[in-house]
């Protein structure tokens, strides 16, 4: 099975569980991504129960559109039901390094409005420690130098991704080379550096279920079945 028929795979799992929870008018939050993409493509099948979605990036918003779909801002709606996501990585407590996409700060938000967080992947992105893919971090513009210097003194060696400027006008920083053994505490000391606005662990909000496609179908991780 290839990459993208182990997305499509996962995409289909994670409507399926979408499609199972009870309410009649589903609020949803959609990611960013190739993964996200996928699942966004399968919405057009329950498009009836679809009260409004929350897009992470305008990017999404604008594949939703295209497909007919509403999308609201999210001071608009009340609390989600579920967000549905990929990452770059996974580690087994569901803690996650997410932004490839240079959407994590919006991710962050709309996961954080949602009651679940439903995290789909293909099988590569699951890893033992966190950090092997380069963790992004925004940062508002006039503080990255001062920044990068802050993440140097954590131990990563941080490159400005030149070509991007994130939907909120910011920029974005890949930290190279952390071994990330304690992920909620690296979360939070990055996020206390003047000038950060977001970095893409997603520890101290890890998802809630883990949709894993291999080419033996889909694995499926819960948070609660860990603790
Ligand atoms: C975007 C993200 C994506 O979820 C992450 O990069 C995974 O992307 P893909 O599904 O294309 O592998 O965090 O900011």
Redesign the pocket.
């Known amino acids: 099975m290839d990459q993208q028929a182990l997305?499509e795979q996962v995409a289909e799992a994670a409507l399926e569980r979408v499609a199972a929870r009870h309410n009649d008018r589903l609020l949803l939050g959609i990611?960013?991504?190739?993964?996200?993409e996928c699942f966004i493509r399968t919405l057009p099948a329950i498009r009836s129960r679809i009260e409004a979605t929350v897009a992470s990036s305008e990017r999404s918003a604008a594949l939703l559109r295209e497909l007919g779909l509403p999308v609201m801002d999210l001071n608009s709606v009340g609390p989600l039901d579920v967000y549905v996501?990929?990452?770059?990585e996974a580690n087994a407590q569901l803690a996650l390094i997410?932004?490839?996409?240079?959407?994590?700060t919006r991710?962050k938000i709309v996961a954080a409005a949602s009651e679940e967080f439903i995290c789909i992947?293909d099988a590569s992105k699951r890893v033992g420690v966190l950090g092997v893919f380069p963790l992004p971090v925004e940062v508002i513009p006039m503080a990255r130098s001062h920044v990068a210097r802050a993440l140097a003194q954590l131990g990563g060696q941080p490159v400005w991704r030149e070509e991007t400027i994130t939907d909120n006008g910011n920029l974005i920083l890949d930290v190279h080379g952390l071994h990330i053994s304690d992920p909620v505490d690296t979360e939070t000391r990055i996020n206390q550096m003047a000038g950060v606005v977001c970095n893409?662990l997603f520890a101290n909000r890890p998802a809630d279920v883990l949709l894993l496609g291999t080419s033996a179908g889909v694995e499926v991780v819960s948070g609660s079945a860990l603790s």
């Open positions: 997305k990611g960013t991504g190739t993964t996200a996501d990929g990452a770059d997410k932004g490839g996409g240079a959407a994590l991710e992947a893409g």
